[in-house]
Every structure is written in C-alpha cells, then in structure tokens.
C-alpha cells in the first residue's frame, strides 16, 4: 500500500467517487480484479515483447510471471500488456525500420494507461533500444529486465554463437569448403534454446548497456535465459519497480552524461555491437542530453577491451556470467565510470559495485593487463563522410585500418546480390567495396548489410578481408574492416552518391580520417548531376519513416521524437485527465 499523504499516477484513474472514477474501477473489476487488489496500490505495468515470431522473446510469459509474483510481493498491483515485437531474423525488410515504431507504441501505452512504474521486458536487439527510447519519453519510473543469452550450440564438437559462427559457415560454404548436408546439420543445431543470441551480438551488448545506463538491477545482463536465476532476478526486478513507484525515480533522473559514458565504456569494455551507437544516440535525443559520434571517439581513445568475448574475443556471455557478469566488468573498469551516477537501484554506480572484479581473468582482464588496447571503435570523418561513420576494429584486420584503394561501387543492395559471384567483376584485394542506398532512407532502414560478402572469386583465392564501406548498419556478431554509418547517406545526396568505380578511397582508422581523392570542384560537379532516388514507400508508417527519420549521426530516431515535451499539459494524458475517454 501506499503511505499515507502519497498520491499515485494511478489515483487520477482509480481514486474518484465520480463517474471517470467509476468507469475505470468498474473496467478493472470486469476484469476479475476486486477493489482491494489494485485500489491504493502502486500499479506495475510490464511491458512484454513476447511474441511467438521472436524465438528470442519466447521464454517472456514465464518472465513476465517471475517479475507479477515479484510485484505482489512488495504490494504492488502488475498489470501485463503487449506492444509490438520485433524479431531480427524473421522480420522483413528490417527490425531497424520499425524500431521507432515500438518505441512510440511503448510510450504510448505507458502514458495512456494508469501505471505507476513498468518493467520492460525486451530481449531481440531492437526491443531493448525501443522500449528505453519510449520510457525515457513518457518519463514514468522503468526498470529493464533483459531475457538473457540463449543456451549455446554445440556442432561437431565446438561451442558457437550464432552470428559470427553462422557468418563463417557460409563463407565456408561459398568456397566450398562446407557441404550442403553439414549446413543443414549446423542448421539445425544453431538455435539450441530460447533466449537472445548468446555472444555480444547487439542484444548482449544493449543488455550490457542497460546495467551501464542504471536501467536494470546489477547482474541482470548477463544471467542466461534459461539459468532459475533469471526468474528470481524476474521477482526482484518486480519488487524493486513496487518501490521505483513509490519513491518517483523516473528514468530523466538517471539517463544522464554521465549514465550515458558509462554505457559507452561498457559498449568498448566488451567489444560491442556498433548498432548500440546509433540506440544510445537516439536514447540520449529522447532524454536531451547532448551526445554526439566524437563523443564514443573520445572515450575509445583511452577505453581497452576488457572482456574476452565473441565476437572480438573466444567465449560466449555464459562466460562473462560464471565469471562474475557486468558488475565484475564495472569493478574492472571502475576507474573509468562515473561512480556516482544514480542507479535504478537508488543507488550510485560506485555503490553498486561488488568488492572484486572476479577471479577468471581469461574472461575479464585486470585493467593494467586488457585483452586489446584502446581504440575498438573509431569514428572517422572526410569528405566521403562529412558527418561520420564509424568502424569496429576491434574486428576488422589491423594491416587494413589505413588503406587506401579504388573503388568497386554497387548502386544497392540488389546490385550487390547480382555481381558480388560474377567471375568478370573487377576487383582486387586492395579494392575497396562501397554499398549506397542502405541507410536511414535509402533502404530504407539502415539494415545491417555492412559486413558486405567478399566476392567470391577473391574468397576461392583465400581473401578472407577487404575495406568496405557503407551506409548501412552491420550485425553485432559480424567482423571484417567495414566502414559503417556513412553520414550523410547516399539517398539524402551525402558523398556516397557520388563515388564512380576506380575513385580512389584511402580510410585512417587511427586519424579518424575518411577520403576520397577528388577534388572539391569535382565532387561538386557531380552533385550538381546527381538524381535523388524515388521514395519506395508511398503510403503509410513506411512513408512516415522515410520522411521523418534523422540520420545515423543522430540515431535514426524520428525528429518529432527528439527532447523532451515543451508542452506537458497537450500531452494526451493531460488532456484526457478526468475524462472519460470513450465507453
Ligand atoms: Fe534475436 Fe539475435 S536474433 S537476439
């Protein structure tokens, strides 16, 4: 119950003797929830992406049911709904395009509804992104509770991911190395349990993330999906959002800078998915904290690879987990946190904190001994790239990061799925592949097509890396010297467009630097011929995406989405206060 004096978000719907009051009691008891469950208490939303098309969302009935018994145990009053779902390998074109759509949904819904604090329950990598953007937005007290990495497959002996081992099995595949009959085996041994993917593809990383942020209890990243413990973190998270309601700690209170470089940190700490670049971006535009590219620059210029795992590294996040999870990866990097930042937990970073960073330093290094030296992330800048991309590399081959090559264009993707075989392509090891038309608009929803495949007439030679270049996103787990997040994109005129084949490319990693030798003049003229391309979505969300969507730079998020409401009381819940709104 409440103390005494303390006035509820959700006494606006429930606490009336007059007709609104009545309508909403009266919906509740419809229910079969009697006046003495819910009136008076603090009313937990949780927020669930379940779905039956996101395998790796499917264990969060049984989730949501861990974190309902957490709630009722400290006196709250959990009431379970769904918003959209997005699932990374069944969703078509791309889970990118509809990730502000959940994020408006789940906004939405948490302002619409009479909750007093939500639990997100996210887990597939744009889910996490989506559900953080819409609460920072709505600005009611939320606590994440991530799904956990999936068991691990096992095939011919090995234990794999599912990304970065998949990736190589096709290439295996192509040079025919691999039979058909082998990859159906790896087929069917690849998704062995439910759970998100279980190296630090983007949705381990956005869970890694979460506990930098402070959005999530300590030690929740990391617990495996199918681990008993990740229920009882389930009660917990459920009991704790009983009190984030009471005390009002609202998700503005702690997704500050400094949350914000702590969350970074972590992203190069671990060897983090670069998508997370363009979900931090955006969360931070949600919440008006001034967060750009140079920003991740900065703090990757003195940030080491800490944690030895796939897909810079050799195990999985089970490791990280029996290793001590996020929180022994915190302590080991403590030095470079903000340790006051405030927490979910009411808590600072600092307070959080377990005394020792863990004992298995094969899996997370001491600070004075780190598995890779600073700089797994470089953001680079030129006239191919007036607005930045940004490369891993940490999983790119070190003799490529200064480069320089002429250009093989493909025009788009279906280019690209034409030529990539033929045997009459020109290209050489020192080429350097460009994709356009992959980005925010052009795809339109900046897929992950970056890791583009090497052609295979140079892969039968043994080529196993080339530099490439795009505007598109690339998947957590995949690896290669892949120039990433062009901005501005080729679709909206950016210097993508303009690049011929032979153009010479020349990329600096460690100067930051992205150049195509051509001359201001020549760059110009060319622009002056260039056709912008006709929009593929004529009606609906799609066209609202492609009209509205900022670039990479800014997260892609849509720009009336950014900062916070200038005009609280229009807000639909200030509007339709004490009303009812329909019946
Ligand atoms: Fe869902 Fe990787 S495909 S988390």
Same mark, same amino acid.
């Given at each position: 119950m409440t103390e005494p004096g303390m006035r509820l978000r959700s006494s606006k719907w429930f606490a009336g003797q007059d007709v609104p009051g009545f309508v909403h009691r009266s919906a509740m008891r419809a229910s079969g929830f009697s006046r003495m469950a819910f009136e008076g208490r603090p009313i937990v939303g949780i927020c669930n992406s379940w779905s039956e098309v996101v395998n790796c969302n499917m264990h969060f009935r049984g989730l949501a049911d861990a974190v309902r018994r957490g709630v009722l145990a400290a006196g709250g009053f959990p009431l379970e709904f769904p918003t959209i779902s997005l699932g990374e390998q069944m969703m078509k074109p791309t889970t990118m395009l509809f990730r502000n759509l959940m994020a408006m949904d789940v906004e939405e819904s948490i302002r619409a509804y009479p909750f007093d604090a939500v639990v997100l329950l996210g887990g597939c990598d744009k889910t996490v992104p989506a559900q953080i953007m819409g609460a920072a937005s709505a600005d009611v007290p939320a606590i994440v509770l991530t799904g956990g990495p999936a068991s691990p497959a096992v095939f011919e002996g090995k234990q794999m991911g599912v990304g970065t081992d998949l990736w190589q099995a096709i290439d295996k595949v192509r040079s025919g190395e691999m039979s058909m009959a082998d990859y159906d085996r790896l087929e069917a041994a690849a998704g062995p349990s439910m759970g998100h993917c279980p190296e630090m593809g983007t949705a381990s990383t956005m869970a890694t993330l979460v506990e930098g942020l402070g959005m999530?209890? *300590?030690? +929740?990243? +990391?617990? *495996? +999906?199918?681990?008993?413990r990740r229920l009882q973190i389930g009660e917990m998270v459920g009991s704790r959002a009983v009190e984030l309601a009471r005390e009002q700690l609202r998700p503005s209170q702690i997704l500050t800078a400094e949350a914000f470089d702590n969350a970074i940190t972590l992203m190069l700490t671990v060897g983090g998915s670069t998508n997370a670049i363009v979900h931090l971006l955006a969360i931070a535009g949600r919440v008006g904290v001034d967060l750009d590219l140079d920003r991740f620059h900065e703090l990757s210029a003195r940030t080491p690879l800490m944690v030895n795992v796939r897909p810079s590294g050799e195990h999985l996040v089970e490791q990280v987990f029996h290793a001590g999870g996020i929180p022994a990866v915190m302590k080991a990097v403590e030095s470079l946190l903000h340790t006051d930042a405030v927490t979910v937990t009411g808590k600072t970073v600092g307070e959080n904190l377990p005394a020792t960073s863990g004992s298995d330093k094969s899996v997370i290094a001491d600070i004075d001994n780190p598995f890779k030296p600073p700089q797994g992330l470089a953001v680079v800048r030129g006239n191919l790239a007036p607005g930045g991309a940004v490369i891993k590399c940490s999983a790119a081959s070190e003799e490529l990061l200064v480069h320089e090559g002429p250009a093989v264009v493909f025009d788009d993707m279906n280019d690209l799925m034409k030529r990539f075989d033929d045997p009459e392509l020109e290209v050489t090891p020192d080429s350097v592949l460009v994709l356009r038309s992959a980005g925010p608009r052009g795809a339109p929803g900046m897929p992950e097509w970056g890791q583009l495949p090497i052609p295979t007439k140079l892969l039968r030679q043994g080529v196993t890396d080339m530099v490439r270049i795009s505007d598109a996103r690339m998947s957590g787990t995949a690896y290669g010297t892949c120039v990433l997040h062009v901005s501005p994109e080729s679709a909206v005129g950016g210097p993508l467009a303009l690049i011929q084949d032979g153009d010479l490319i020349a990329l600096d990693a460690y100067k930051g630097t992205l150049e195509v030798r051509l001359s201001d003049e020549e760059l110009d003229r060319r622009r002056a011929a260039w056709q912008p391309p006709h929009p593929r979505h004529q009606r609906g969300y799609g066209a609202l995406y492609v009209d509205r969507v900022l670039q990479a730079d800014q997260g892609c998020d849509f720009d009336f989405l950014v900062g916070r409401s200038k005009n609280p009381e229009n807000e639909p819940e200030a509007v339709f206060d004490g009303w009812i709104g329909g019946w």
């Open positions: 999530t209890l *300590p030690g +929740a990243a +990391a617990v *495996p +999906a199918m681990d008993s």
